[in-house]
């Protein structure tokens, strides 16, 4: 009579690490594919700039540089063109994102409010978004063109001046190439801030509406309170796009006239691509990142803070 040698089962209490460790790498495989791409396009193109910050290395045709320390902070210090830029660029960046909240909201609510051809409305106001920067500011040019542009043709058929140069006087240039920001990113808020809409019960401005409330007051009440998550999320999504914006200014001004639009990145790549000093154009575009993670940082804190005190009440 022969015995048969059975494998004894494993515990029970061995599965759950296995199956942890499962998971662990299903995770990652799903994750590598839109990881890589990231370390490759925007983290390893960090890691040089920070490394080239402290370089003098230009742009030649056999590169050869040595380790500059701090000088090219120190220089960049008293260079006042930079922070003459800087300045414009946040003027620009808040102006542009705090206008197409305010727009795109508007337009939001009008788009959510049962509108007849809401399809067809909603397709149009993508338009803006669906269309190149480069042909965006070339449409633009036209429309503020000071000989003969729709803009000035219209002013002055209503009886005002109709030689506005727009783009080319120094005190319209800058809010010319804002509201052409605001158009452009106007869309994708509008599409951000309409779905969070829908996604508030009705029930809560019925309610709102039989306790007597005005359209106001059930905005403020009701519709604002439930939006502010995402409007914290888009207004800084927002912020880093206007900041870095470049095409858009490029093409309609090129920073002109006498540096009035001159935003930070594209005086940054004049500084590169132009003079040819990458070492020094890298410590701008690090000062510039430390300059927008403080601001965000800033901003995020007092929003989570309002947020705070407000589920506190």
Same mark, same amino acid.
């Given at each position: ?17 296995? #199956? !942890? ?9 799903? @994750? ?7 370390? @490759? ?16 290395? =230009?742009? @030649? ?8 320390? @701090? ?5 960049? !210090? ?13 003027? *620009? ?5 705090? &206008? ?10 009008? #788009?959510?409010?049962? &509108?007849? #051809?809401?399809?067809?409305? =909603? ?5 803006? *978004? ?15 063109? !000071? ?7 219209? #002013?002055?058929?209503?009886? &005002? ?14 809010? !010319? ?16 801030? &309409? ?7 009705? %029930? ?36 880093? *796009? ?28 004049? %500084? ?42």
């Amino acid at each position: 009579m022969t015995a048969t040698l059975t494998r004894p089962a494993p515990p029970a209490g061995n599965k759950k690490p296995v #199956l !942890a460790r499962t998971r662990r790498r299903e995770a990652i495989a799903l @994750v590598l594919p839109s990881l890589i791409p990231i370390l @490759v396009l925007s983290v390893a193109p960090l890691v040089v700039g920070i490394f080239l910050a402290f370089t003098d290395a =230009r742009l @030649v045709r056999h590169p050869d540089y040595d380790f500059a320390g @701090v000088d090219n902070f120190i220089r960049l !210090a008293g260079n006042d063109l930079f922070w003459d830029s800087l300045r414009i660029g946040i003027i *620009w960046t808040v102006g542009v994102t705090l &206008l197409q909240l305010a727009a795109a909201m508007g337009l939001a609510l009008l #788009l959510n409010s049962g &509108l007849k #051809l809401q399809g067809l409305t =909603r397709v149009l106001a993508l338009i803006p *978004w669906a269309m190149p920067p480069v042909v965006v500011a070339i449409m633009w040019q036209m429309i503020y063109s !000071a000989n003969g542009g729709p803009l000035n043709a219209f #002013l002055g058929g209503v009886g &005002l001046p109709d030689d506005i140069n727009w783009l080319g006087d120094f005190s319209t240039a800058l809010p !010319a190439v804002i509201v052409v920001g605001v158009w452009v990113g106007m869309p994708q808020t509008t599409v951000t801030l &309409l779905a969070g809409l829908q996604q508030i019960p009705a %029930e809560l401005h019925e309610a709102a509406s039989v306790d007597g409330a005005g359209a106001w007051r059930r905005f403020t009440a009701v519709t604002w309170p439930s939006l502010r998550p995402i409007v914290t999320s888009i207004t800084s999504l927002n912020f880093i *796009w206007n900041f870095n914006s470049f095409s858009l200014v490029y093409v309609l001004t090129a920073g002109g006239p006498g540096g009035k639009t001159m935003v930070p990145v594209l005086f940054i790549y004049l %500084e590169a691509f132009k003079n040819r000093e990458i070492g020094y154009a890298a410590a701008m575009g690090l000062v510039l990142v430390v300059v927008v993670v403080l601001i965000l940082a800033v901003y995020l804190r007092s929003q989570f803070r309002d947020d705070r005190a407000g589920r506190g009440r």
